[in-house]
């Protein structure tokens, strides 16, 4: 059976089994719909970071930017930033026959980045610095396993 690259090796359309096969729509279909959401998300955060960004500048003294302001613009750019990950990751779902896992790390890692970014480390115990450094490290060494593999891979081997 010769398969579409379009097709998902997971969620087949030609089943034969006919409630199956309509579960598989149902699912792409929610996918879908989850894409189409992730879109009005991402224009509610740009209308986000530009609300904050008015806000800021509008307030006493007009036009400068505090530290703690410039880190709620910047965590209102990112969690944007973050959406569109999302996104293309449920663009690619849809388009391929694969599970993006090197692209989910990548967003995984720019989500645990922002978090990272704007956080309080005043306002933190040292339990949750720990598993935060713990999320990072292993999202780190995951992701760049997987660039060194792809690396490999891609390359002749020189032994």
């Known amino acids: 059976m010769k398969r579409d690259s379009h097709s998902h090796i997971e969620l087949p359309l030609n089943e034969p089994d006919p409630i199956i096969r309509a ?8 996918v879908k719909l989850l894409a189409i959401l992730m879109v009005i998300v991402i224009f509610l ?23 703690s302001d410039i880190f709620e613009t910047f965590a209102a750019f990112l969690a944007v930033l973050v959406a569109i990950e999302i996104f293309v990751n449920i663009r690619i779902y849809l388009s391929s026959a694969e599970i993006p896992v090197k692209l989910v790390l990548a967003t995984a890692l720019m989500a645990v980045a922002r978090k990272v970014i704007v956080l309080d480390f005043g306002k933190l115990d ?8 713990a999320v ?12 060194l593999a ?10």
């Open 150 to 159: 792809e690396s490999r891979r891609s390359s002749p081997s020189e032994h």
């Open 45 to 67: 955060g740009i209308g986000d970071v530009l609300y904050v960004l008015y806000q800021r500048l509008t307030a006493p003294p007009v036009f400068l930017l505090n530290i």
């Open 136 to 147: 990072v490290l292993a999202v780190g060494l995951s992701y760049g396993f997987m660039v």
């Open 126 to 133: 040292a339990s949750e610095v720990f598993s935060l450094a």
């Open 23 to 30: 579960s598989h729509y149902a699912i792409r279909f929610a």
